[in-house]
């Protein structure tokens, strides 16, 4: 008896530390966040997924919280917070490499065109800018030549 007591002591503590250990280092997958982003979100629901920002900025009457990673010091999120803490919409940057054919395999679901515009920069340089619109412009992903993520943004 006192041995089955003790394994299931171990077990309990093992589950334990299991669990707390998990639920703070847990790194959400950002497919998640963006595939189930409501405008509904509100600044709670932004810190129990993504923790609290790195960083707060007062852009236009709005906080920007973002957010880095903690090894580089990259910029991974930026969350617009309105006044009564709604989210108003969210950009991710890509770490690592993503192309925009994962994104087109991952969303041929939704109804999303690609576009590309010419737009003067500075001097007289043109630019290339290319996207992928989807779901009548709440989801914009910017691409460079070489097909690889730029940004993801969500309104």
């Known amino acids: 008896m006192l041995g089955e007591f003790s394994k299931m002591k171990f077990l309990i503590l093992f589950l334990l530390f299991f669990s707390c250990s ?15 982003y409501s405008t509904s979100w509100d ?15 007062p852009i236009n009457g709005e906080d920007n919280w973002i957010y880095k ?20 919409g969210l950009a991710y940057l890509p770490e690592n490499r993503l192309y925009i054919m ?20 500075a001097g007289h340089n043109y630019q290339t800018v290319r996207s992928y619109i989807c779901d009548s412009g709440k989801t914009e992903v910017y691409y460079n030549r070489y097909n690889e993520v730029e940004g993801i943004y969500l309104k």
């Open 69 to 88: 990673r903690s090894k580089s010091e990259s910029q991974s999120w930026a969350i617009g917070i309105s006044k009564d803490n709604k989210v108003t």
């Open 22 to 36: 998990t639920s703070k280092d847990h790194k959400t997958d950002f497919w998640w966040i963006l595939e189930n």
């Open 43 to 57: 600044s709670d629901q932004i810190v129990s997924i993504l923790g609290n920002p790195s960083e707060i900025l």
């Open 102 to 121: 994962d994104v087109e395999t991952r969303w041929k679901s939704k109804k999303c065109e690609h576009k590309k515009e010419t737009k003067l920069s």
